[in-house]
């Protein structure tokens, strides 16, 4: 679906570059107080440069240098947040691609199909899609079943069943059917529907601040403030001493002090946050699901389909006493091959793996197959003088009573040994003789017990839900690595799980695709519903993965968190580099009235002018130089607080002190050598 963009894509970066022109509106700057006070300041400068080259006053080369890098500070933050949106722009653009109009055939009043637009379809009409044909709105499958094509949604080849009833109904304007036919219920209007909010979102034209961005903001707005106060009070002071100090100096250290890194790119860090989850074909329906993504203690994981690969597969024959293993495996291979079940195709491939039993003439044995029924419990295949059976152990217990026999002890016993390993028993028959058990087993997907393991090493507790018994559910739990279990568990249980959590101050996330998802996917700080589920799944979560891949859930954690680790970082290095630019300009404003003050001038900058002009410089061009850093994310790595924190102060912190230093420094010396100050 999402095209992966470069970080620096020509064609965005110059589309980005007129956006940041356009967002220098005052009306839209104001938004960002920390920048819109640098644009204030810019203004005032470029007003008193035009009034001193109109009155012949000394210092324009230096006067000029200053103005225009203070335009350059704003136009580079605006420009992060424009490359930001510009990527989601373009991700946007692929998407409209998919949702061009076609022609419906939808139900008249009398039962007859008409030819309509898709945009005269409203929720409630019913339309009949054909194989070839593409899908003309979102909507429920009432009737029918057919292999649908939804790569020009999620990226994937690979087609998707789509069948009435259950949780694998839901289907997207703009996907096609490949085979086969279905009746759909539309369920939205034109312009509601889900193409449309997924443009919507990343386009980020309903983004909003989350609350740490928020609060955030509030504590830049504060520090702002209070470097205000500071520096207006300095001016009395200059004064006074009648040090010679001018209003672009008292702009630049303003500049200098207030946090204009991470104002620059507080924004732009929190698209990238959303967009990265686009990247991964996950829509967050707000920033703050996100955020809380980020936060999460508790992480709920179905079993089926997230923790195992969702169908039992056979993994061994167990033959009766004095029946040979040869003979069970022909006659399980025999009884399933009428079963289109993903279990009864298993046992067939472990009949042909184990013993060799494949090519089989069944034209010359006048083989009757029985097929499996949810009501008979089994299946089975007829032939002249034999009947074999291959089912659930009651169905088989059944089937040997009505030829007047039973299950033997040994074979009681093997089901029992099975039971107690979380696995399931299918019994087989042939005749009045049961042959032996059938071993299937919930495969836990592989590399998921590592993948577990990241998330514990993160604080996160893993809960698998499960509608088997304990004693399964306890085996796979087990096996799977995750810390707890809820077993035989109803919706209300899961609701009843996520309140009990979130009332010991936990925050939790988990997946669904079902309606009975639904209440818990709403009380979860984040639910993340499949797009191949449900309409009720998909409303009730903040999440919508486009690829129905549940496990995706420990991405979703890891970006969240890395979306807040990159705030922290850059924060922590906003700040510590105005340290290093207070000891640039503070020397400089003061050091020809109080000699004394040349001691704080540790960078040895060779003029008062060149001191300030570097630091300004600097502050520009280290947005520009960290917008890679704002979109790409900081790297997250699966780690105690306490150690990522030690870590931030010491990569971002420290190195936000050092690297202004070395920067300034350089700046000097480039300054000094092209008789630029």
């Not at 495996?329 to 399933?336: G, H, M, N, P």
């Not at 559910?473 to 899961?494: M, T």
């Not at 020397?587 to 109080?594: E, S």
Request: hydrophobic letters at 45%; charged letters at 20%; one cysteine or more.
């Amino acid at each position: 679906m999402i095209e992966k963009k470069n970080l620096w894509n020509s064609k965005i970066a110059a589309a980005a570059l007129l956006d940041s022109v356009k967002k220098l509106d005052p009306r839209k700057m104001i938004k960002n107080p920390v920048m819109f006070v640098v644009e204030v300041g810019s203004v005032l400068t470029t007003l008193l440069l035009i009034d001193n080259t109109v009155h012949h006053r000394a210092g324009f080369g230096f006067n000029l240098q200053i103005t225009l890098w203070l335009w350059f500070t704003v136009v580079f933050a605006n420009f992060a947040e424009a490359m930001a949106e510009g990527r989601g722009k373009a991700q946007a653009d692929t998407l409209r691609k998919a949702r061009g109009e076609t022609i419906a055939q939808r139900y008249a009043a009398s039962g007859e199909l008409e030819e309509v637009a898709s945009s005269a379809l409203r929720a409630g009409n019913v339309i009949y899609i054909p194989a070839g044909q593409y899908i003309a709105g979102d909507g429920e499958v009432i009737e029918g079943v057919a292999s649908v094509d939804e790569s020009a949604i999620t990226g994937e080849s690979a087609p998707v069943i789509r069948e009435a009833g259950g949780d694998r109904s839901a289907v997207t304007g703009g996907t096609k059917v490949l085979s086969d036919w279905i009746k759909v219920k539309i369920t939205s209007n034109p312009g509601e529907t889900f193409l449309d909010r997924m443009i919507a979102l990343v386009e980020g034209a309903s983004r909003q601040k989350t609350p740490n961005e928020i609060a955030l903001s509030i504590l830049l707005s504060g520090l702002t403030i209070v470097f205000l106060l500071a520096v207006v009070t300095l001016q009395p002071f200059a004064i006074y001493s009648k040090a010679p100090q001018t209003v672009f100096v008292l702009v630049s250290l303003l500049v200098c002090l207030i946090p204009t890194t991470i104002g620059g790119l507080l924004s732009a860090i929190g698209i990238a946050g959303m967009d990265r989850l686009v990247q991964y074909n996950v829509l967050a329906m707000s920033g703050r699901a996100v955020e809380a993504a980020g936060d999460v203690n508790t992480l709920l994981l179905d079993k089926t389909g997230t923790i195992t690969l969702g169908n039992r597969q056979a993994v061994e024959f167990m033959p009766a006493p004095s029946i040979s293993a040869e003979r069970m495996a022909d006659a399980a291979q025999l009884a399933s091959l009428s079963d289109e079940t993903p279990e009864g195709r298993s046992i067939v491939v472990l009949a042909k793996t184990q013993y060799n039993l494949r090519g089989r003439d069944l034209g010359s044995i006048h083989a009757e197959f029985v097929p499996f029924t949810a009501q008979t419990r089994m299946s089975g295949v007829n032939i002249p003088g034999t009947r074999i059976r291959k089912g659930s152990v009651d169905a088989i217990t059944r089937f040997l009573e009505e030829q007047g026999s039973s299950l033997p002890q040994k074979v009681r016993e093997s089901v029992e040994e099975i039971a107690r390993a979380g696995g399931t028993p299918l019994v087989v028959a042939e005749n009045a003789t049961a042959l032996g058990v059938i071993y299937l087993k919930d495969i836990v997907k592989g590399g998921l017990k590592e993948r577990l393991a990241r998330l514990r090493a993160m604080g996160i507790r893993t809960i698998m839900i499960t509608g088997d018994n304990p004693l399964t559910a306890a085996v796979i739990a087990r096996e799977a690595g995750v810390d707890d279990f809820l077993a035989e568990a109803k919706p209300k249980d899961k609701m009843d799980l996520i309140k009990r959590e979130q009332g010991r101050g936990k925050l939790v996330a988990m997946t669904g695709d079902g309606t009975n998802d639904a209440p818990a996917l709403a009380q979860a700080d984040v639910g993340v519903a499949m797009n191949s589920g449900t309409q009720a799944a998909k409303e009730a979560g903040n999440m919508v993965d486009l690829d129905s891949n549940p496990t995706k859930l420990i991405e979703i954690v890891e970006i969240g968190k890395q979306l807040l680790m990159t705030r922290g970082a850059l924060t922590t290095f906003s700040i510590a580099n105005d340290v290093a630019k207070y000891f640039a300009i503070i020397p400089a404003m003061f050091a020809g009235v109080f000699p004394v003050l040349n001691a704080l001038n540790i960078m040895y900058l060779r003029s008062p002018q060149s001191a300030i002009l570097s630091a300004v410089i600097f502050n520009a061009i280290i947005i520009i130089a960290l917008i890679p850093l704002a979109l790409k994310g900081v790297k997250y790595e699966p780690k105690p607080a306490d150690v990522l924190l030690r870590r931030n102060l010491l990569i971002y912190g420290v190195g936000g002190m050092v690297v202004p230093f070395i920067g300034i420094k350089a700046i000097d010396m480039a300054l000094a050598f092209l008789h630029l100050a």
